[in-house]
Each structure stands twice: as structure tokens, then as C-alpha cells.
């Protein structure tokens, strides 16, 4: 089992950025893609991916205002989400996935933007 351990501030006020981090401790270019999904009424939905080379793809809900990078010093990799409203107060989970198709979630962030 891969630990994934997400970070960030739990409220934000409308039009700031939902900052996250995902760390873990194993060198990214092991996996074969990272990234991000969220939950707000029953469904946990894609937010969006990166791979080890840092190309990226976001689901087409998120393509205007959300950004995927990543720290391989750090072992990191990040979703910001820029001008935040209300309808993005979310359970923010990160996940990695090997080349075996193994996959790995983090535990899963509570995000509040007050409007």
C-alpha cells in the first residue's frame, strides 16, 4: 500500500484559490499518472491528471480554472483552483495509479468557500 498524504487550507473565501498538495513517499516516476477527484453530492468525479513527464488533462468542467503540477524533489503534486465559489466546497481526494493498474487515494480534504 502507497501513502498519500493531501494538505491544504480547509476554507477559503470565495474568489481565492483551493490550494492542495499530495505527497508521497515513493519517487513519482514510478507511477504512471497522479491526480485529482472530488466528491460534493454522492459521486466522487475527476477533476483531473498528470503524468510523470508532466503532461495533463482535466475533465471538461475543469479546464478554465484548475491547475495540476507537481514537485518530483518533493514528491508532490498539487491542484490549485483559481476564483473559488461556493460550488466548489468539496471532499478533494488525490490518487496515483502504478503501471499495474494498482491505484491509490488519499484520505480525502474537506474544502469549505464561504461566499
Known amino acids: 500500500q502507497v501513502q498519500l498524504v493531501e494538505s491544504g487550507k480547509d476554507f477559503v473565501h470565495a474568489g481565492a484559490s483551493i490550494q492542495l498538495s499530495c505527497r508521497t513517499p515513493?519517487?513519482?516516476?514510478?507511477?504512471?499518472?497522479m491526480g485529482w477527484f472530488r466528491q460534493t453530492t454522492g459521486q466522487r468525479e475527476l477533476v483531473g491528471m498528470i503524468t510523470p513527464r508532466g503532461a495533463t488533462n482535466y475533465a471538461d468542467s475543469a479546464k478554465d480554472r484548475f491547475t495540476i503540477s507537481k514537485n518530483d524533489g518533493a514528491r508532490t503534486w498539487y491542484l490549485e483552483v483559481s476564483s473559488a465559489t461556493p460550488e466548489d466546497s468539496a471532499l478533494y481526494y488525490c490518487?496515483?495509479?502504478?503501471?499495474?493498474?494498482?491505484?491509490?487515494w488519499g484520505q480525502g480534504r474537506l474544502v469549505v468557500v464561504s461566499s
Open positions: 490518487y496515483a495509479q502504478d503501471y499495474d493498474t494498482m491505484e491509490y
Open positions: 515513493r519517487a513519482l516516476f514510478t507511477f504512471k499518472r
